[in-house]
């Protein structure tokens, strides 16, 4: 188990109902994370995230480590 903080924008946010969370997991990897989270929240669709970890974009495959800092991004609409 690894306690992370994970930071939510946009409508993963608002969806949440919190800009962040700390937690502890047995997450390997941010996709794994994202899983869970998702099976947790049932987040909506949003087609293509980005994922940062520790201020850095990453693969989804990126190990997670003690202390980690995980912000999950949606794509962003405009016009």
């Known amino acids: 188990m690894v306690q992370i903080r994970v ?3 946009a409508i993963l946010r608002e969806h949440v ?3 962040h969370e700390a937690l502890s997991t047995s997450a ?3 996709g794994d ?6 099976r ?4 909506p669709a949003l087609g293509r995230l980005k994922v ?3 201020d850095e974009f990453c693969d989804w495959s990126t ?4 202390g980690d800092m995980v912000v999950f991004i ?4 405009g016009g």
């Open 17 to 19: 109902g919190s800009a």
């Open 28 to 30: 390997a990897t941010v």
């Open 63 to 66: 190990p997670l480590q003690d």
């Open 52 to 54: 940062a970890v520790n």
């Open 7 to 9: 930071e939510y924008f």
């Open 74 to 77: 949606p794509p962003v609409a």
């Open 40 to 43: 947790r929240y049932a987040f």
């Open 33 to 38: 994370l994202y899983e869970e989270l998702d």
